[in-house]
Nanobody, 111 residues
């Protein structure tokens, strides 16, 4: 398993943008599945954006058109660009690569 470390969370006003990063301790180029998930208080963890090897990204309907997942295999890093943020995007965001999870990073959207 690889070790994962998220960064880039914080407090942002509605309509703002953030970019989350997920740095892996090893190569991610041969992984089968990777993605971003989030968990809001009192709610179950849900997928936000997922990439299955060889396929196009799959986005939750709630973030489609606003969030973009990307990979930099040279840096063993996965990103989540989040634009037009809404208060309902507030959650702890986790990255996942196969069976490995990061520790999570808090994103709060509030005025």
């Amino acid at each position: 398993q690889v070790q994962l470390a998220e960064s880039g969370g914080g407090l942002v006003q509605p309509g703002g943008s953030l970019r989350l990063s997920c740095a892996a301790s090893g190569s991610i180029s041969s992984m089968n599945a990777m993605g971003w998930y989030r968990q809001a208080p009192g709610k179950e963890r849900e997928s936000v954006a997922v990439i299955i090897a060889g396929s196009s990204p799959i986005y939750a309907n709630s973030v489609l058109g606003r969030f973009t997942i990307s990979l930099d295999n040279a840096k063993n890093t996965m990103y989540l660009q989040m634009n037009s943020l809404k208060p309902e995007d507030t959650a702890v965001y986790y990255c996942r690569v196969d069976d490995s999870w990061g520790q999570g990073t808090q994103v709060t959207v509030s005025s």
